[in-house]
């Protein structure tokens, strides 16, 4: 490999840090919803799977009934998670050109 095939690699590698710090951003500022009970608990999340708001509805308050809406609000962080984790996948895939990288954990 010669000196030039390095730079240019360098060069690459840059480039490709610059676009993650950027995806990295748009991520943390991107919102997510995932809701159970139909829409009675709502959980907002970022991108990088930060949870950001729980809204829960008074109705679904049962003081008879506390494991119910502890499942509702389970259900609906996972529907967040699993929502945020696809919005990386697709926004990493834009990264990588829609290749799989073996060994490239995501840093987040």
């Known amino acids: ?22 995806i990295q951003a748009e991520l943390e500022q991107t ?13 907002i999340a970022n991108g990088k799977q930060d ?8 109705e679904v308050v049962d003081p008879e009934d506390v494991e119910m809406l502890q499942d509702l609000i389970v ?6 998670r699993q929502k945020a984790q696809e919005l ?6 834009s990264l990588t050109g829609g290749l799989n990288i073996p060994g490239m954990n995501l840093p987040f």
């Open 31 to 43: 919102q997510v919803e995932g809701t159970a009970g139909g829409g009675m608990v709502r959980v």
């Open 88 to 93: 990386q996948a697709e926004r990493m895939s």
């Open 51 to 58: 949870i950001l708001e729980v809204q829960i509805d008074p």
């Open 1 to 22: 490999m010669g000196k030039g095939s390095l730079g240019n690699m360098m060069k690459q590698f840059q480039k490709m840090q610059a676009k993650l710090e950027e």
């Open 75 to 80: 259900a609906a962080v996972n529907q967040a």
